[in-house]
Structures are given as structure tokens and as C-alpha cells.
């Protein structure tokens, strides 16, 4: 480890394409990173091989359109975490993850993609605060966002707002 690099930093590497887990896993070895590297892929293929090749590496299902038996088929891959598109990270999704023992993350669509699925919900804007502060109120674990200093203020006024409550009772 370097000493500029922060214990709790992590890479996460999207398997994009056939053939890239073996490869992927080999130089995360080659390298001695795998305490350092997550795996993710909508090919849920690919994370079974991970798993194969690297029992401890920690993967993610990503899921664009989520099935209803979405955690029998990311335990039966042996994934660590479920990668929710941001408009399936509902409350029920998140707790049945976490009920499942599984860690969870929410995505977000490219900006162009964003763009047109803001005109579909009129409650929240094209990943504006209030589309964070909703997908964190689900209950999720982490975020992948397109706008990270919007997603950071939603994120500390739900430290902020946990903080106020704990002071309360």
C-alpha cells in the first residue's frame, strides 16, 4: 500500500465486456489490490466467475431493469452487493437486500438518459437534490451519480437532519 492512498479506498471495476474477469481478476492479483478492488456487471455471468477465480473478491449485480426474484439470482451468483438503478432503490428493494445480507448501491443513468426520464417523474428533477435525498431515503448504502457535489449536499443534509433526530430522543 502506498502511504498516500487511504486505507478505505476502493476501485470498483464494471465488467463490461466478454472475457474481461479472468483478465481483470489476474492484474487486481498480479498487483495485490484485491483488498482494494470490487467487481460489478449486468452480466451476472461474469461475477460467478469472479467468485471462481477470487472466493473473497467482494462483486456487484448491477440491474437495470430489476426482476422480482432479483436476490435469488444475486445470491446465486454469490454477489456482495446489488447495484439498483436509482428508480428501482425503494425502500422494500433496499431493506430485502440488507435482509439478505447483501450491501446495496444505487446508479444513475447517463446525463442524456436523465435528462428524458425527468420529464417522466415530476416530483424530482434530472438528478437534482431532491432525486438524491429521495433514493437515499431508501435506505441505500453508497451512490454512483452523475453529480457528485448535488449528491454530497443531499448526503449531508441526511447526516445533518440523522444528526438533528439523534438529538431529539
Known amino acids: 500500500d502506498h502511504p498516500d492512498v487511504k486505507p478505505d479506498f476502493v476501485i470498483k471495476i464494471e465488467l463490461k465486456g466478454p472475457g474481461t474477469a479472468f483478465p481483470s481478476v489476474e492484474l487486481v492479483k498480479k498487483h495485490n489490490m484485491m483488498h482494494r478492488c470490487q467487481f460489478a456487471s449486468f452480466n451476472?455471468?461474469?461475477?460467478?466467475?469472479?467468485?471462481?477465480?477470487a472466493p473473497d473478491a467482494i462483486t456487484g449485480a448491477?440491474?437495470?431493469d430489476l426482476p422480482d426474484d432479483f436476490l435469488e439470482r444475486c445470491l446465486q451468483v454469490q454477489a456482495d452487493e446489488v447495484h439498483f438503478r436509482y428508480d428501482t432503490c425503494t425502500h422494500n428493494n433496499v431493506e430485502a437486500a440488507h435482509?439478505?445480507?447483501l450491501n446495496t448501491m444505487a446508479w444513475f443513468r447517463g446525463p442524456k438518459a436523465m435528462g428524458t426520464d425527468a420529464i417522466k417523474y415530476h416530483d424530482v428533477g434530472n438528478e437534482d437534490v431532491?432525486?438524491?435525498?429521495t433514493v437515499l431515503q431508501s435506505g441505500v448504502m453508497s451512490l454512483c451519480a452523475n453529480r457528485p457535489s448535488i449528491a454530497l449536499e443531499a448526503v449531508l443534509e441526511q447526516v445533518a437532519r440523522c444528526i438533528s433526530d439523534d438529538e431529539d430522543e
Not at 45 to 53: F, G, P, S, T, Y
Not at 130 to 133: F, I, L, V
Open 62 to 64: 448491477l440491474w437495470a
Open 99 to 101: 435482509n439478505a445480507g
Open 130 to 133: 431532491n432525486m438524491y435525498k
Open 44 to 53: 451476472h455471468e461474469r461475477i460467478a466467475e469472479v467468485k471462481h477465480l
